[in-house]
Structures are given as C-alpha cells and as structure tokens.
C-alpha cells in the first residue's frame, strides 16, 4: 500500500533525510499501520455508533486566562505579534 516514493514524499515534508534502506523499513511500518486501520473498519459496532453519552469528559472547565510566560519566551519564530515558521511545503 505504502510506496517508497510516498515516505520520501512525507520526509521531504518533515524535513527529514533518509537512507534507501530506512526508506524501504518505514513503507512496510506504514503498510502493516494502515492495514490495522482497515481491519478496525471491519468491527461491528452496532447500537454504539449512534451513542454519545460515552464522549462525556467530566473534567475541568476552560477557562481562559493570561499567561506568566510571553510567546518571544518559547518561540524564535515570534514575528511582531504573530508566528513566522520555515516554509516546508513545496521546497522541490
């Protein structure tokens, strides 16, 4: 399912280099991950499909409220008030 071209494809994405051989292990890793998720279709769920008193989180409320650290704290990438990442779609 996975081609080689296409791990290349999400490495040249993430920045990443990888060998031929490294290339070839993560197209089987990818394969055997998406035949699990093509198995998990194959589960019958039945009546719980339709439910959704199992999606009820009982935590804490959110709550908005000012941060003690400024963003020029945790991020180089802070561009007046906005963040400026390197560009990693469309290199090639």
């Known amino acids: 399912m996975f ?3 296409d791990v290349r494809k999400i490495a040249a994405l993430s ?3 990888l060998s031929d051989e490294e290339v070839g292990k993560f197209a089987e890793q990818f394969t055997v ?3 699990y998720f093509e198995k998990l279709k194959e589960v019958d ?3 719980l499909a339709d439910r959704d008193d199992q999606l009820q989180v009982n935590g804490r409320d959110d709550i908005c409220t000012e941060s003690e650290v400024s963003p ?3 991020s180089p990438y802070l561009d007046g008030k906005f963040f400026k990442v390197p560009r ?4 090639n």
């Open 72 to 74: 020029d704290q945790f």
């Open 88 to 91: 990693v779609i469309e290199q």
């Open 33 to 35: 991950i998406l035949k």
């Open 15 to 17: 920045s990443l280099e």
């Open 45 to 47: 769920v039945g009546e």
């Open 3 to 5: 081609k080689p071209d």
